[in-house]
Structure formats: structure tokens, C-alpha cells
């Protein structure tokens, strides 16, 4: 699991070299820009500066919403978390009538545990990940000439998309493998009965990460909906941009 994780560590750290102002062009968290200004001051070094100041104002905007979506969303994880481990832990240490095996429940019941909140920090970070990489795109597609745009502009959601990849993969190799350590240490796994044992706990794993993936698509899937509707409505009353017109990429 190291390997993807250093080579994600090493994409970010090139889509970090990505910068979102220019020279002498400082950001304000305090400013708001409407979708006006840039038409206002015309096409010009000064019109720039502004639809620059309009894109950071739009990514912080795509940030604080998609944190509020996560954290909301996680909320209701948590919750689904606590109630269904507990399931998993009275059904799986019941062995038979009269017959108990804890150990067995609780460390199912923990791989359950472990396989969600690995599931929760994938998504987080693919979805800050995303959200980073959506205004270095914009502004790689800025520059000239057009094939260096295309090329830079390619580069960067290239990359982005290596770093959720990477990244992902290799930490649920990392915490799968350390997991599988740790109850070695409960089960003999050079035994038969051991290892049915060691990886009927470790199944728990998959439910966990399979459970929140499963939230996570139907969640997002509402989230995503909502935000295509809100730009919509945004561009034909704000902006004045007619439906479907290529003008508003939502």
C-alpha cells in the first residue's frame, strides 16, 4: 500500500505547483464577486484580474458546500455505523443455541468499524481532492498557446483523478493488511480452522467499506442532482443564460 501512496503523494505534489493567482494578485476571503463584474470591466488585464477573483470565490464556494454535504452525510454514517456494528456484533458472536463466541463477534464487528471509516476517509478525500483540482484546471486551461492549454488543462485532471486513485487503493491495502496482522495475533492462521476463522472476521471489512460506498453513491447522487438544478436556475435568473445553452457548462 505504500507505493500507490507515495506515487499519489507525488501527483499532488504536481498539482500543487498549479497556482491560482497570478503575480501581485492577492486573495481576499472577505470578497464576494458577482457573476456582473467581469462583463462590467470588459476583456481586458483588469477584466481578468476580476473573472480570476470570480473563480476563487467559485471554489471556495464548491469547497464549503461539499464539506457541509460530507459532513452531513457522515452524520447519518455514524449513526448507521454504531446501530448496524452492533447487529453484526450479536449475530455473528451467536454460534448456536446456547452458544456465544465474543471474540469472534467483536472482531467482526470491529472490521466492520474499520472497513466504514476507511470507506469515510476515501470519500473525503476524493471529494477535497476534486474540489482542489477543479479551479487548477480552469486556470491550466487558461493559458496560451491552445495546445499548452490543452495539454496543461489535461494534466491536471490526470493527475487529480491518479491522486483518488492511487491514494484510495493504497490505503485499503494499508489498513487490510495491517488488519489482517493484528488478528493474526488471535487466530493461527497456519491452521485451517484458523484462517476460515481470521478471514470470516476480516469479512467484516468489506461489508463496512461496501455499506458507506453504498450511502455515498446515493447520497451523492441526490447531492449531485441538486447542485445541476441550482446552476440551471442560477444561469437563466442570474446570469441571464438560456437552458442548455453551451455557455453554462452545468
Known amino acids: 500500500g505504500q507505493g500507490p501512496i507515495a506515487f499519489a503523494l507525488y501527483l499532488f505534489s504536481q498539482l500543487r505547483k498549479i497556482s491560482l493567482h497570478k503575480e501581485g494578485?492577492?486573495?481576499?476571503?472577505?470578497?464576494?464577486?458577482?457573476?456582473?463584474?467581469a462583463s462590467e470591466e470588459g476583456h481586458g488585464n483588469k477584466g481578468m484580474k476580476v473573472c480570476l477573483q470570480r473563480m476563487?470565490?467559485?471554489?471556495?464556494?464548491?469547497?464549503?458546500?461539499?464539506k457541509a454535504f460530507l459532513y452531513a452525510e457522515y452524520m447519518m454514517c455514524l449513526a448507521f455505523v454504531v446501530a448496524f456494528?452492533?447487529?453484526?456484533?450479536?449475530?455473528?458472536?451467536?454460534?448456536?443455541?446456547?452458544?456465544?463466541?465474543?471474540?469472534?463477534?467483536t472482531l467482526t464487528a470491529l472490521s466492520f468499524a474499520v472497513g466504514a471509516l476507511t470507506s469515510m476517509v476515501s470519500g473525503y478525500l476524493g471529494m477535497m481532492v476534486a474540489v482542489y483540482a477543479n479551479?487548477?484546471?480552469t486556470i491550466s486551461a487558461m493559458e496560451t498557446p491552445t495546445s499548452l492549454a490543452w495539454k496543461s488543462s489535461f494534466n491536471a485532471a490526470f493527475r487529480a483523478g491518479g491522486v483518488m486513485g492511487f491514494a484510495l487503493t493504497g490505503l485499503a491495502l494499508l489498513v487490510l493488511y495491517t488488519l489482517i496482522n493484528l488478528y493474526a495475533g488471535y487466530y493461527d492462521a497456519t491452521t485451517a480452522e484458523g484462517a476460515l476463522k481470521l478471514f470470516e472476521c476480516i469479512a467484516g471489512f468489506g461489508l463496512g467499506g461496501s455499506a458507506i460506498a453504498l450511502f455515498g453513491r446515493v447520497g451523492g447522487g441526490i447531492y449531485t442532482k441538486a447542485a445541476d438544478v441550482g446552476a440551471d436556475l442560477a444561469g437563466k435568473v442570474v446570469a441571464g443564460i438560456p437552458?442548455?445553452?453551451p455557455r453554462n457548462p452545468a
Do not use: C, N, Y
Open 56 to 66: 476563487r470565490q467559485i471554489h471556495r464556494d464548491i469547497r464549503d458546500g461539499a
Open 135 to 137: 479551479a487548477r484546471t
Open 25 to 37: 494578485d492577492k486573495e481576499d476571503e472577505k470578497d464576494g464577486f458577482l457573476l456582473a463584474q
Open 85 to 105: 456494528g452492533l447487529l453484526v456484533l450479536g449475530t455473528v458472536s451467536h454460534v448456536g443455541p446456547g452458544e456465544w463466541d465474543m471474540q469472534q463477534g
Open 243 to 245: 437552458e442548455d445553452d
